[in-house]
């Protein structure tokens, strides 16, 4: 099927690499940032979150840092593994109730 | 069961024709959300709803239509289908925090 992927910056990294997946936000306003990763065939799914009082938040494995200055997120992924390829999408609020996403970026994980 | 289903997962239809996509939660929450995904261009709000009596337009509005049938019901509308609707099209729901959790989507063809 078509992948969601097509025309997508694309990051391919070796198995075990630590990846970085960069975004630029729009809205110097918004106050709350997430990380979603789509896979193949699949919706996308929450990885984790950030509020604009902090700049930095770890996960399992994941660690988003936000820059607020520059309006810079980035998601870092340690070791990554085969199951990490997907579609990773940055979103911020611009308004209270409604969240912008970014267009994409694509990790390809070479074994 | 998921905690978004999307029904039909699949759909050809034709140019003209009017066609409804339905999507239920099992997360008791009170908003819902439509969005379309085209490769490229991320993931677009067309409408979204915070309560049954609550409907609201998001960016791509034109062409579709939705109704809240009950908390846990959402569907979408296209009135007359048009092949530049032709696309993956995500319901989903979410928390006050605004996580949203996508159903699987559903691939709408309109030849």
């Known amino acids: 099927g078509e992948s969601v992927g097509l025309h997508l910056p694309t990051l391919s990294v070796q198995e075990g690499d630590n990846s970085i997946i960069n975004c630029a936000y729009s809205?110097?306003?918004?106050?709350?940032f997430i990380w979603y990763k789509q896979e193949s065939g699949k919706g996308p799914q929450f990885i984790i979150d950030?509020?604009?009082?902090?700049d930095k938040r770890q996960g399992q494995r994941v660690t988003v840092l936000l820059n607020k200055t520059v309006k810079h997120l980035s998601l870092q992924i340690a070791a990554t593994q085969p199951g990490d390829s997907a579609v990773y999408f940055c979103a911020e609020n611009i308004t209270p109730d409604r969240l912008a996403f970014g267009k994409g970026n694509q990790v390809v994980v070479i074994p | 069961d998921a905690d978004v289903t999307q029904t039909p997962r699949n759909r050809i239809t034709k140019t003209g024709k009017r066609i409804m996509l339905e999507c239920s939660q099992t997360?008791?929450?009170?908003?819902m959300y439509w969005y379309r995904q085209d490769p490229g261009l991320g993931l677009r709000l067309i409408y979204y709803s915070f309560d049954v009596k609550d409907i609201n337009k998001g960016e791509i509005s034109d062409g579709y239509s939705v109704s809240r049938q009950a908390q846990a019901k959402f569907s979408l509308s296209l009135e007359s289908a048009i092949p530049n609707q032709t696309a993956l099209y995500f319901c989903?729901?979410?928390?006050?925090?605004?996580?949203?959790?996508f159903g699987s989507g559903t691939r709408l063809t309109v030849v």
């Open positions: 997360k008791g929450h009170d908003r």
């Open positions: 809205n110097s306003a918004s106050d709350y």
């Open positions: 989903a729901t979410s928390d006050p925090r605004q996580v949203l959790t």
């Open positions: 950030i509020r604009s009082n902090m």
